[in-house]
């Protein structure tokens, strides 16, 4: 899987709308983006995929950039439980999910109420 | 709550001792995969059973083995145990193992070696 790069940390407040970065410059046409995210104590949890275009779900939102050289996870209004490890992982489509996920160091989320 | 079950929460041995983690997956997922999570060396990804089968191997020892059972619970051995093996092990399962399918993860079992 192509390598990501993403901040070590990064503080935000709560209720206030927090943007993820992901770099991903040599991504290729067949990777998908994911993000998991891992809270205290816990298993990691998906959060969102994407390919190409912007995608949305309950949790979060993907914003991919034209090149797919890099993406952003936004989360529209934080609170003090997405206080978490996120990490930004490509998946070729090709592989077939016949490996596992590639975590990398992750941005350590830390929400101030 | 994934809907992904391990046992046991907390595991504390010697070593040189052996045993075995469970994990159940979803109801009707197909893939299982194992990960190890240490301090030093991060989340890492060992193997991934399909429907009973081996799929892919990651940076797993030779000294740790993995099966999945018809009725696709599995179950990673670990052996000749060390202090280094000390670590959070986590199961994962998915509907059909490909890449676009979200990975649902377990609580994870605690391995302490002493």
């Known amino acids: 899987d192509a390598k990501t790069t993403q901040p070590n940390s990064m503080e935000s407040n709560e209720e206030e709308p927090v943007h993820l970065p992901c770099n991903h410059s040599?991504?290729?046409?067949?990777?998908?983006i994911h993000w998991y995210r891992q809270l205290p104590s816990q298993g990691p949890e998906y959060v969102i995929h994407?390919?190409?275009?912007?995608v949305n779900n309950r949790m979060a939102s993907l914003a991919i950039a034209e090149d797919r050289k890099s993406s952003t996870l936004i989360l529209h209004r934080a609170t003090l439980r997405d206080a978490a490890v996120y990490y930004c992982?490509?998946?070729?489509?090709w592989g077939g999910g016949a490996d596992g996920l590639t975590f990398g160091k992750g941005t350590h989320l830390i929400i101030q109420p | 709550d994934s809907g992904v079950t391990q046992t046991p929460k907390h595991l504390i041995t010697a070593t040189g001792q052996r045993v075995t983690l469970r994990c159940s997956p979803r109801?009707?997922?197909?893939?299982v995969y194992w990960y190890q999570q240490s301090l030093d060396q991060g989340l890492q990804f060992l193997i991934q059973?399909?429907?009973?089968?081996?799929?892919a191997k990651g940076n797993i020892l030779e000294r740790f083995s993995a099966q999945q059972f018809p009725d696709l619970h599995s179950e990673l051995n670990l052996s000749s145990l060390e202090l280094g093996d000390s670590a959070l092990y986590f199961c994962?399962?998915?509907?059909?193992?490909?890449?676009?399918?979200?990975?649902?993860f377990g609580p994870g079992t605690r391995l302490t070696v002493l």
């Open positions: 040599t991504i290729s046409g067949t990777d998908y």
């Open positions: 109801s009707g997922d197909l893939s």
């Open positions: 059973y399909y429907n009973g089968e081996e799929r």
């Open positions: 994407g390919l190409t275009s912007n």
């Open positions: 994962a399962s998915s509907v059909r193992g490909v890449t676009y399918n979200e990975q649902f």
């Open positions: 992982i490509l998946r070729d489509e």
